[in-house]
Every structure is written in C-alpha cells, then in structure tokens.
C-alpha cells in the first residue's frame, strides 16, 4: 500500500492525493528497494582465548603504531658494548703498529740486510782455534735468533747498537760485532766468528806461545828462540789430560775416568801469573792464581796460590777452593819428567759429605807431538797409556 511521502500516512491503492495532508501522491512505478544483505563473520579467536580479545585488524585498516619512548636498558647496554668494542679494535691497530715499529728498530725489519743464517767460521779457545764448521748463527725479525752449537740448538733474542751486537739467551748476555756479513760473538771464552755467504771474514788468529815443538836436551835447558827470563817457559797455551786415580764416597765412580783439557799460563812482570783450564767442551776444570820461584832448573817452579777447581765429570759440577801452597810444581820432579816440556800437576779434593778424589793433569805446549809418549814405556807411571783421550780425532786435526 501507498505512503503519504509528506506525513507518512497510509493510502488506499490508486489515491492521488493524501486524505491527512493533501499532498499530491507520485504515481511513476517505483522499483521494489532491496536492503542489502550483510553478513557478519566473527573474528578468528586463539583456541582458549576469551571474547574480550580485539579483533583482528582488516587488512585495508591503518596499523596501530606506537608513539616512540626513551631506550630501554637493554638497549643501553648494546650500545655501550658497541662502543668498548670499537675502542678495543682501535687499540688492537694501535699495539700492532708499534710492534712493527719496534721490531723494526730492536730486531730487524723484514728487509733488514743483517737477517739471515751466519755459517761458523771459527772458534778460538785460549788462543787456538776449534774449528766452528758445523756451528750457525741465523737472526730473523722481531729480535728473534736460533744459535746451533756444538750440536745443540738454542733459541734467544738479538740487538744491534751500531756494530756492537748482543745475544741473549735464558737470560745470559753473550757480546760481539755484526759488520759488513760477519758476525763475532763470545760465548763465555769461546771466541766464535760467523759469516753470510760471500762475506770475507778475518780469521787469522794469534798462534800460540810454543818455545819448542821437538825434543829439548835431557838437562832441560831453555829451548832455541825461548825469552830470556826463565818463567817465560811457562807462558803458553796447553794441551793435555786429567785423571781421578782414587776416590772415595759419592765419588768413586770417577776412578779412572779421564779428559781432554785445554790450559792457558800467563806471566806477570812480577813473577806472579794466572792458570785456567777448560776441557774441550768449555766446562771450567781450574781457575787459579800462581807464584813462580826459582828451583832445580833454570825454568824455575811454579806454585799455586788461591783459586777453584771443578769437578771433573759432574752434569753440575762442583766448586772446590785451592788454597796457597796447596802444589808445586817442578818440571824435572814428576814421573813424566822425561818428556820435553810435560807437567804434572796433582792434588786431593776432599768434599764434607761427598767424599774425596785423587787427580792428575798432565799438560804439554799446544802444537807439540806426543808420539814419544805412545812409544815410551810407561809400565812405571800410572797407565800403560797415557796418551789423552782425544790426541788422534781432536787435538792433531788441529794441528798445522
């Protein structure tokens, strides 16, 4: 049924004009009005959830954004460990800068023409040469050095202050020069001299102090060309051995154990003088001051006054003191006496605790033949032999 489109009252069909207002009725057909269908779907819930969950934005929706806030401490804390991070990279630069400075000034550069492997050239003990053939030296960046000697091999750490050259190992200091590829370093009285390839080095050495190398006359009277003072036939270098002949306490396995020494006699203007040994290894075996005095021959006698002596076969050995007197020494009064220019000195140690030891050290002028000894009968001295050690495959390589 029809509407009064102006007071909404209801019309009979076909009027034309409203019976409350009369308002004139449009009669043009009018399409029926289709209210639009509207579906509603609920908004999907997590199982378990209540109702009082918000929906789900659509997706043609503006996004929720919060406003900005100060960082949390989280976020503070990232920040700063950032920071000592870059800091410490930094300081890593830093450091590795200066190790390449300082290993530049202290050790050798990369390009530093002192690096490189040094080949032994010599090694001169109280005035004789060695010989240093298997030995080297080789330097190497940031101060580093490796030292092979007498078959052993050492690392240590090297500086160089103009020409002057120091080696330091376990905290032992060893001096020399570096110039022009040759290298030369005291190793605790072992004079070595090293050279790279194609470097000339000096090695010409002082030859001992021999007065005779051939037999003297049986009254033992001053070899040809020897000084006139008669203590001057003591001032050389030697060469000979030493023996413990009896022994007692910790001691008694030296008995008859013998070495290959090496000895140095200096003179005094004073008739005074100094005795050291080594063996051939440059373990220390005497340390001594002396006194020369006339005796039964013109060459005199030579006494001892204080210093030390070593034991002779210890890994560590021992260190004995020598008091004044304690031996003389008479060229014509031993039981090698009849051997041109042999000595003999001998004493007894005696160690509280340890024990005790007889010795003997035999010494002739380095560069002298002991071929007369090998032929000699010595039934009546202490050994069959008493040729040293090391006379065949040591000492007469040596020798010119």
């Known amino acids: 049924m029809p509407f009064c489109s102006n007071c909404g009252t209801q019309l009979p069909e076909g009027a034309k004009f409203c019976t409350e207002c009369g308002q004139k009725l449009d009669t043009a057909p009018q399409p029926p009005r289709e209210e639009p269908v509207q579906s509603y779907t609920p908004p999907l819930q997590p199982e378990g959830s209540d109702s009082c969950t918000p929906p789900v934005q659509p997706e043609n929706s503006r996004a929720y954004v919060p406003p900005l806030t100060a960082p949390t401490a989280v976020q503070k804390k990232s920040d700063t460990v950032r920071i000592i ?3 410490a990279v ?12 300082f290993t530049g000034i202290l050790g050798g550069k990369a ?11 010599s090694c001169v003990v109280l005035g004789v040469d060695v ?11 940031g101060s580093k050095a490796t030292v092979f000697l007498m078959g052993e091999e050492y690392s240590g750490k090297w500086t160089l202050e103009g020409e002057s050259f120091t080696l330091t190992q376990h905290g032992d ?21 090293f050279a790279k390839d194609g470097a000339q080095a000096n090695t010409a050495q002082p030859s001992p102090v021999i007065e005779s190398t051939g037999p003297a006359p049986e ?27 009896d022994a007692g306490g910790e001691y008694t396995d030296y008995i008859d154990n013998a070495i290959d020494l090496v000895a140095e006699i200096s003179l005094n203007a004073d008739n005074t003088g100094h005795l050291t040994i080594i063996d051939i290894y440059d373990y220390p075996i005497c340390d001594v001051d002396l006194i020369f005095t006339p005796g039964q021959t013109e060459y005199g006698t030579m006494t001892c006054g204080e210093g030390s002596l070593w034991d002779f076969f210890a890994a560590e050995p021992d260190e004995f003191p020598i008091s004044a007197g304690d031996w003389t020494i008479d060229p014509s009064q031993s039981m090698v006496s009849e051997f041109d220019h042999m000595i003999c000195i001998s004493d007894t140690i005696y160690a509280a605790e340890k024990g005790w030891f007889d010795y003997y050290i035999f010494l002739r002028p380095w560069g002298m033949n002991w071929e007369d000894v090998r032929t000699a009968d010595t039934s009546q001295m202490l050994y069959d032999d008493m040729m040293p050690l090391n006379y065949d495959d040591w000492y007469l390589p040596q020798l010119p």
């Open 85 to 87: 991070a870059l800091f």
């Open 90 to 101: 930094i300081g890593l630069l830093l450091a590795a800068a200066l190790l390449v400075l």
């Open 111 to 121: 390009d530093d023409p002192n690096l490189g492997r040094y080949e032994g050239i």
């Open 131 to 141: 010989g240093a053939e298997e030995d080297w030296i080789e330097l190497k960046t």
């Open 173 to 193: 200091e060893f001096t020399g020069t570096l110039k022009d590829g040759v290298l030369t370093v005291d190793f605790s009285g072992m004079a070595y001299t």
């Open 219 to 245: 009254s033992a009277a001053p070899a040809p060309g020897a000084a006139q003072s008669p203590y001057e036939w003591w001032a050389c270098t030697w060469y000979g051995w030493a023996v413990v002949t």
